[in-house]
Structure formats: C-alpha cells, structure tokens
C-alpha cells in the first residue's frame, strides 16, 4: 500500500475505531465539499511489507550516503522507486496522455513541465495511484501496481503529495491536520504525535503555530503546513521505507521571495538536503509540477517535458534553456511564435 491518504472519504482515512479518530472524521464529514479534495500526507509505514526480500537491499536505509551515490552503472535500475511505461489516460474524448514512460530514481529531484492542460497533474494522480491508467502501467520499486492505492497491494514505498491549495482541514488545528495520519493510522499516543507534529513542524521552519486554524496562517505558512503534513511519519517504527513526495505546483500564487522559501524547503527536506533544525532530510525522491521558471532553476535537477500527451523532451535543468528543441525553446522563452499554440 501506498503511504497516502487521498480523500475523506478514502478508508485510508476514517477506517479507525478510536475515539480520537471518530471525533476528527465527524470533523472532517463536517467540512465542506470543496475540502473533500484530495489531501495527502505520509502515515505511518504501511503494514503489509512483503518478507521474501524482493526489494533491493540497497533500499534497507535511505538515509546513508552510501546509497545516494551519484555514480550509477547505467544498467542498474534497482534505485527506480517508481516507473510508469506507457501511460494512456483520456477523460472522455479528451486524449489527455498519449504513451508516456519515464523513470524516478532514488535522490532524484525531478520537474514535469510543460503548457497548461497538458496532463502534469493527471501523470502526478497516476503516480500517487489516485487515477488509474486506461493503458500501460506503474511500477513501485519493481512491482507493477494492480489498481489504485485502496487496493492495498503496494508496499514498500510511501508516496506524499502536496496540493497546491495546501488542501488543509479548514476546522482542524494545525497540530490535528499535521498529525491527522498519525492520529488515524498509528497507535502513539497524543504526546507522540504532538511531539513529531512539533518536529515536523519544525523541520519547515514554524514555530509555535499548532493550535493556530489554518484560516490565521498565511498563504506561505500554509504550505510550510501542508509540507510538514507530508514528512510526518511515525519514527519508531523499526524499518521506514523511502518516500518520494509529489508537489504540485507548490509555489502557485506566491510572491517571488516566498517562493524561494518554499523552493529551499523542498531541498531541504530531500535527502541530499538540510531541514530548517539542520537535520537532513528524509525524502528519497520527489518530483514537482510547475510553470514557474525560479522553482525549475532552484528545486529541481532534472526535467520532464509533457506536451500534447507525450514527452517532449527530458534533460538536466541546466541544458533547459539551451536546448535546441523549439518546443522547450518556446516554453522557456515565453515567445508566441512556436510549435505550441494556445
Ligand atoms: N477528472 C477529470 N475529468 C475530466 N477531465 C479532466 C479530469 N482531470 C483532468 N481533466 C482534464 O485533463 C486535462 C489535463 O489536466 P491536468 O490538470 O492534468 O493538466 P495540467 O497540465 O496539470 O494543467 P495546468 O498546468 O493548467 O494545471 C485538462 O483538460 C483537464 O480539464
């Protein structure tokens, strides 16, 4: 299974029996539509790791430095956390991805790019196991995905998105939002929780804001929020498995100095990076969805170009604004005259 909650109505979510878990799903049963969006952070590892040993030992602690090797025999895919070959998707007589395939390695910090309505967030959804594909399939850590996240057949991998909205409880503290997988799908007790929201919380650069609603943060403080939601997992547990965070445009809608903020938090939290108490940090991988040119520059390595359902162009950041593709030429020049036409 993968380690994330999708909606409220998800059995991910309100399947617990504990009073604490009833008080926060009459919470959330309360909110409104709009809220039961999608919401997603890590929880706790899930329960049904296979035994046989058919992941690569190399995965046993993501955190080492040895693992995260930048030197990599070309041939070796056993640090592909997620592969999708050959996606299709449509939505109704909309073709919306037309045989995409592309790998997430361990460490890796990717961006999908590419123009408005092109299918990024639909590849995202596919990747988290929120769609399914109509043809072609996902991989997770080897293991081909036999439907969507319910189905409860993948392990080994904990998959966190984050909306762009942030997709915050409206009526849960932030210290229940952080938390809410936790107090869901663990057995910690309040202290526990409270201490790894305070941790968390931490980790992204806020203080003392847990008994704060999310109406009295601001847009920035929201995300820091959403992003703390997401690297919450229960630390006792004896073997963590990696996790690969999803972001979907995260710095939509911010100002160009908070943006910057929510671009180094990224980093921080990655493996390779540092988080706000110098820690470092516990994504294995991620990948981000956005238009905005300072976060391909800051936070991510390396691209992925989607247009017109298919991939484009893929390559490092840095060869982004030399490569001679006239569609990526386009994009990244923000020119009308070009092969993409609106
Ligand atoms: N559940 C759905 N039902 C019907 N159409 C959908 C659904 N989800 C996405 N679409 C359509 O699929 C297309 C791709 O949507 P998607 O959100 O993946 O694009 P995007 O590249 O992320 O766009 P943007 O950059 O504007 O956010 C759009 O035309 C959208 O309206």
């Known amino acids: 299974m993968v380690s994330l909650s999708c909606s409220v109505s998800s059995p991910l979510i309100i399947c617990s029996s504990s ?21 997603c952070a890590c929880m706790a590892p899930p329960q049904n790791l296979r035994s046989e040993g058919s992941f690569p030992s190399k995965f046993n602690d993501p955190c080492k430095p040895e693992y995260l090797s930048t030197v990599r025999d070309p041939e070796d895919d056993s640090d592909i956390l997620i592969e999708c070959r050959d996606v299709y998707k449509s939505f109704g007589e909309k073709h919306i991805l037309r045989g995409v395939s592309f790998k997430i390695r361990h460490g ?21 196991g929120l769609l399914a594909p109509d ?15 319910s189905d409860e057949e993948i392990s080994g991998l904990r998959i966190g998105l984050v909306f762009q909205s942030a997709a915050l409880f409206d009526s849960l503290t932030v210290r229940e939002n952080v938390g809410f997988l936790l107090y869901e799908n663990s057995s910690l007790s ?10 968390s919380l931490a980790a992204v650069g806020l203080k003392d804001v847990e008994d ?42 911010l100002d160009p100095i908070a943006s910057t903020v929510v671009e180094d938090l990224i980093r921080s939290v990655h493996v390779k990076g540092e988080d706000a108490v110098g820690k470092p940090g516990l ?19 390396r691209l992925i170009f989607l247009y017109e359902g298919k991939i484009v162009w893929q390559g490092m950041t840095n060869e982004f604004t030399t490569s001679t593709n006239p569609i990526v030429q386009q994009f990244a020049s923000g020119s009308l005259d070009g092969p993409i036409r609106y």
């Open 19 to 39: 009073s604490r878990s009833a008080t926060l799903v009459r919470t959330i049963n309360r909110c409104s539509y709009k809220q039961k969006k999608i919401i």
């Open 108 to 128: 890796e910090a990717v961006g999908i790019i590419g123009p408005s309505g092109t299918g990024k967030s639909t590849v995202l959804k596919i990747m988290a």
């Open 135 to 149: 043809k072609g399939d996902v991989y997770i850590r080897g293991r081909k995905r036999a439907g969507l996240i």
């Open 190 to 199: 309040e202290d526990q929780i409270s201490k790894l929201v305070t941790e």
């Open 212 to 253: 704060r609603f999310p109406s009295e943060l601001s847009g920035g403080m929201k995300k820091r929020v959403a992003l703390a939601r997401s690297i919450i997992c229960d630390t006792t547990k004896r073997a963590l498995e990696p996790e690969v965070l999803l972001y979907d445009e995260p710095t939509a809608g």
């Open 283 to 301: 994504i294995a991988s991620y990948v981000v969805v956005t238009h905005q040119h300072s976060t391909i520059r800051r936070a991510v390595d």
